[in-house]
């Protein structure tokens, strides 16, 4: 069996590298662990033990997840396991000489354990190094000890936003508060790194505590340690909702040990992480799965396409401004058009904002905002575009509207430009008739606000050449956006799926049931957003058009709820007209009173439904069309569905994903519900053959 760890000692330096065999990345498996065990177990004397990766941007990524997901099904090889890590990092502890972790790239979960093991940490500037405890963001806590440690080294305060936020930091920061002893150029770590090692040596690296009035009322006494508790804990609510144990579980842990002596402490941990392994842990499976699936759709790999450098953007909206925005900030030159200097000049504002906004939060510097912006360029004709290496056209939806555009484009674009659509109803196949080079022409469904919604549906219509999907494919991964490759049809995969479940939610409204009640039934599901605040900021007039055409293609099961023609009739359009489902005056939202004269004109009807009975049915109407969907392959792995329910509708990521809380709730149970509702509500409830085979067979989705 190859080899992960290799030890080379020079000058009396033992030099530890990890070069986990045949992946681009290091991480632990048991096997890993017990040849760390050994080699630390049978160290020579040396002046200092010097841990480093044989990996580019990389120190270590973690735990191997697929293993740690078995495992949560066994409380005792949960503690066997932690069992492990406690006793090799404790080792590396204890040894008689500095043990010195340097990072040149990505230190996260269990790398971050080891790290804190060593009794001194370098870093590097590289933009790549990152460090970090991502554990609660998988539905965990770090098991490792580092409830013990960070608190320790770096602080309470600083400690705890490690421990419960997930976020990394860099190099730089890392050095800041205290997390890492020295920092080095990564430019020069080669030539550094051997003066400081023996600063370690020497005990001349670790930075002083910082002291001083404030720490100590906050930090220094059992009243400030209370407070900053009290305030994390109401943080950390406030973020998940109540829907996610783990950070609680972390809190509760470093409440409890704090003042502990750190072995005592870090025994209190092991026992913590079992005692929740199987309850306090259970959205973990789910969470652990919906990020291998990120990953899978992050790491797509392509065919060495031809890079995108400049993208013209037709449309100044919020779509085409979004676009324009995120073009820009990832280094393209962006050519943005519309019909008019007011349209761009608003385009163009909304792209400072977005900007600004990042200022704000640190996310970018002014000099960097500036260079940004300085790339975006526009005018009301095409000048410009005969050089453009992908144009996505952002306008209304309208189909004679797109169509002009796209002749208009094809006589100005060069031979190997791409044509995109961000089209999110429209097919591919109806906007190409006319086009004279259909294999250049994709769908580039981007979701509202784009610098937020991490997916993006690129659509092959059946003309499409698969080297357009390629390069389409690659410009996503090269705006860090998440790619999920769809076939053609109207509303493609995500809005497909969302709609029927928007439409359920107005016709239940409809039937007699409160919209307040509807909200909150849809917040205590997991859902970011009501639906009718939804509907109000997608616009109730944009909503009515499309379903109309989904309606027009899909048949009666679409068929548009009375209300929301009715708002679009009277231009209760939503957040843009001031009014919609709601009333909005600055940052409140008021129940628009319009709304039940409306309902009481169409005919509010008096039915009573538990609140099971509602989720039975907005969830039954969307695996319904979900399955409709894998039959005539618009995807076909079940995972995708879930993955882009996730990144494209905000579907609670702790259940899983749509199919996933079917397998969970039961497949059989969503079918009897589609079976008691059909009589009533006719074709919507008609379960397609594939569940219905699924429901017959107790098989379950494979995701």
């Known amino acids: 069996m190859e080899k992960s760890w290799h030890l080379e000692i020079k000058d009396d330096v033992a030099f530890l ?6 992946e681009k990345i290091n991480k632990f498996t048991w096997s890993v662990m017990d040849e760390l065990e050994d080699i630390i177990d049978n160290l020579p004397q040396a002046k200092a033990l010097v841990i480093q990766s044989a990996k580019k941007d990389i120190f270590i990524a973690g735990a191997d997840l697929k293993q740690f997901e078995d495992l949560l099904k066994d409380p005792k090889k949960v503690r ?15 040894l008689p000489f500095p043990s010195i972790a340097v990072i040149d790239g990505a230190c996260l979960g269990g790398g971050m354990e080891l790290a804190l093991g060593c009794q001194y940490r370098i870093v590097t500037d590289n933009p ?20 013990q440690r960070m608190p320790r080294l770096v602080g309470l305060q600083q400690g705890l936003k490690m421990i419960l936020g997930s976020k990394p930091v860099d190099g730089k920061k890392a050095f800041k508060m205290g997390l890492a002893d020295i920092i080095l150029p990564q430019e020069f770590l080669a030539q550094q790194l051997p003066a400081a090692i023996q600063k370690c040596i020497d005990g001349k690296a670790r930075k002083k505590k910082k002291k001083g009035v404030m720490n100590w009322l906050l930090e220094g006494n059992p009243l400030g340690r209370s407070l900053v508790f009290s305030q994390a804990r109401k943080g950390v609510l406030k973020k998940t909702k109540g829907f996610y144990p783990s950070p609680i579980i972390a809190l509760d842990t470093v409440k409890k040990t704090l003042t502990m002596p750190l072995k005592k402490g870090l025994k209190k941990e092991i026992d913590e992480f079992v005692f929740h392994s199987d309850k306090g842990f259970a959205n973990a499976r789910h969470l652990i799965r919906v990020f291998f699936g990120m990953e899978h759709l992050k790491k797509q790999e392509t065919q060495n396409p031809k890079k995108t450098n400049r993208v013209g953007v037709l449309g100044a909206g919020v779509m085409g401004s979004g676009i324009a925005w995120l073009a820009s900030y990832r280094g393209n030159d962006v050519r943005m058009k519309d019909i008019n200097w007011d349209a761009l000049g ?27 912006m300085h790339r975006v360029n526009y005018d009301i004709d095409y000048d410009g575009f005969r050089n453009q290496d992908l144009v996505i056209e952002a306008a209304t939806e309208n189909l004679d509207l797109k169509k002009k555009l796209f002749a208009d484009l094809e006589e100005r674009l060069s031979s190997d430009a791409l044509i995109a659509s961000n089209t999110s109803s429209l097919t591919i196949e109806k906007m190409s008739e006319g086009m004279k080079h259909p294999e250049r022409f994709v769908g580039m469904h ?26 389409v494919v690659q410009t996503c991964l090269d705006w860090k956006k998440i790619p999920l490759v769809v076939k053609d049809c109207a509303g493609f995969l995500v809005n497909r799926i969302f709609a029927v479940q928007a439409n359920e939610v107005m016709h239940i409204l409809q039937e007699g049931i409160e919209m307040e009640r509807l909200e909150h039934l849809s917040h205590k599901f997991g859902w970011p957003m009501g639906p009718f605040v939804l509907a109000d900021t997608v616009g ?3 909503s009515s ?25 009277k231009q209760l359009n939503g957040k843009k007209s001031g009014k919609g489902f709601f009333i909005y005056e600055g940052k409140k939202e008021t129940p628009n009173p319009e709304v039940k004269d409306l309902l009481h004109t169409i005919g509010l009807g008096s039915a009573k439904y538990s609140d099971q009975e509602i989720i039975d049915r907005m969830i039954a109407a969307m695996l319904n069309e979900a399955c409709r969907c894998l039959e005539e392959g618009i995807v076909e792995k079940h995972s995708d569905v879930d993955m882009a329910m996730i990144l494209g509708t905000g579907f609670p990521p702790f259940r899983g994903g749509l199919l996933a809380y079917a397998n969970d709730y039961g497949i059989g149970k969503l079918v009897d519900v589609m079976k008691k509702l059909e009589p009533e509500h006719g074709e919507r409830f008609a379960a397609c053959e594939s569940l219905k085979a699924m429901a017959r067979d107790h098989a379950h989705f494979d995701v």
Do not use: C
Request: no cysteine; aromatic share 10%; charged share 25%.
């Open 346 to 372: 608003s385009g163009y504002q909304e792209i400072q904002k977005i900007y600004h906004q990042l200022k704000k939060m640190r996310r970018v510097k002014p000099d960097a905002m500036n260079l940004m």
């Open 545 to 569: 058009k499309v379903f109309k055409e989904f309606e027009e293609t899909y048949g009666v099961r679409f068929r548009v709820p009375k209300i929301l023609t009715a708002l679009a009739d």
């Open 80 to 94: 066997e396991v932690l069992e492990k890590g406690h006793r090799v990092f404790n080792k590396l502890e204890d």
């Open 446 to 471: 981007f979701f509202n606000p784009v610098n937020r919604m991490p997916l993006v549906e690129v659509v092959a219509g059946e003309k499409t050449s698969p080297e357009a999907v390629n390069r």
């Open 540 to 542: 109730n007039d944009v």
């Open 17 to 22: 590298t990890f070069d986990f065999p045949g």
């Open 128 to 147: 790549h190094t990152s460090l970090g405890l991502p554990e609660v963001s998988l539905g965990l806590m770090p098991g490792w000890g580092a409830t």
